[in-house]
């Protein structure tokens, strides 16, 4: 009887990891094919002619069958992308801009990968630059105030991430190349070691990301306060909140946009 027991337990057991196996391969299967159907609407975007409202159609469909919240976030994070990645014109009343914002938000209140949510920040605080730019004396103040609160949260992500100061060299991958049996000692070396290389490439290539991401609201970051009025205690104060952890980090910004500011005071030599 106990034996019998124990069988039918080992049997349950062993379906339940079948079955938790199975349902991770086709998980994965299924975020594979929501990429590349993703990828696919976004390449239709050339930019201007391009029926942007029908993409978006496009991708909101997709959520019928991706409708977990990370597949949510990717669905929306594209959107957000198809808006703002060709620019907008120079005009504030560009119909992207609103759309834009809208869908860094959206994508912003569900799971995302790192990189994709800095720049989600990131483009959330470029579309407000864009529209709000042009803007005279205080209200621009005003706006600025609304911009830079992306600009370092985004940053604040990235740090946290470990975005370095530099861009990292990519590691070798060598090829992996064998004729013999896939259970052959020396096989089953190679391969552990091509899959080591392959890990230290993808990290340092995450890495590369983050430092792009960096750099990116960075700039932002100095390109909302390097303009007239200055207001660098302004930007400390801002700074010294959203990256508590960071002082070093700040200090550098600050660094940055001061000598944004000096570039743009430099006189002109004649």
Same mark, same amino acid.
């Given at each position: 009887m106990h034996r019998y027991i124990k069988f039918v337990l080992l049997t349950g057991i062993f379906a339940y990891l079948v079955f938790i196996s199975s349902s991770e391969a086709s998980s994965i299967e299924s975020q594979e094919r929501l990429k590349q159907q993703l990828a696919r609407i976004r390449s239709k975007n050339i930019g201007r002619g391009t029926n942007w409202e029908k993409l978006e159609t496009e991708c909101l469909a997709l959520i019928k069958d991706n409708n977990s919240p990370p597949n949510k976030g990717r669905i929306y994070a594209t959107i957000a992308l198809i808006?703002?990645?060709?620019?907008?014109?120079?005009?504030?009343?560009?119909?992207?801009?609103?759309?834009?914002? $809208?869908? +860094?938000?959206?994508?912003?209140?569900?799971?995302?990968?790192?990189?994709?949510?800095?720049?989600?920040?990131?483009?959330?605080?470029?579309?407000?630059?864009? $529209?709000?730019?042009?803007?005279?004396?205080?209200?621009?103040?005003?706006?600025?105030?609304?911009?830079?609160?992306? +600009?370092?949260?985004?940053?604040?992500?990235?740090?946290?991430?470990?975005?370095?100061? $530099?861009?990292? $060299?990519?590691?070798?991958?060598?090829?992996?190349?064998?004729?013999?049996?896939?259970?052959?000692?020396?096989?089953?070396?190679?391969?552990?070691?091509?899959?080591?290389?392959?890990?230290?490439?993808?990290?340092?290539?995450?890495?590369?990301?983050?430092?792009?991401?960096?750099?990116?609201l960075t700039r932002r970051c100095a390109t909302l306060y390097s303009r007239k009025p200055y207001n660098m205690d302004e930007l400390k104060s801002y700074a010294d909140k959203a990256l508590k952890k960071y002082k070093e980090d700040v200090n550098d910004l600050i660094a940055e946009v001061q000598a944004e500011i000096a570039k743009k005071e430099k006189v002109p030599r004649f």
């Open positions: 808006y703002a990645e060709k620019g907008y014109s120079s005009s504030s009343e560009d119909v992207r801009i609103p759309k834009a914002i $809208k869908y +860094c938000k959206k994508a912003l209140q569900h799971p995302l990968e790192a990189t994709t949510a800095c720049e989600m920040y990131g483009r959330w605080a470029g579309a407000l630059m864009v $529209k709000y730019f042009n803007s005279a004396g205080s209200e621009f103040v005003k706006r600025r105030r609304e911009a830079i609160i992306p +600009c370092l949260t985004g940053l604040k992500l990235a740090l946290d991430n470990k975005a370095p100061k $530099k861009r990292q $060299k990519l590691p070798p991958v060598n090829m992996l190349s064998f004729h013999g049996r896939k259970n052959h000692p020396i096989y089953k070396k190679l391969f552990k070691e091509h899959k080591e290389q392959l890990a230290k490439r993808r990290k340092a290539e995450l890495q590369n990301e983050l430092y792009w991401q960096r750099w990116a």
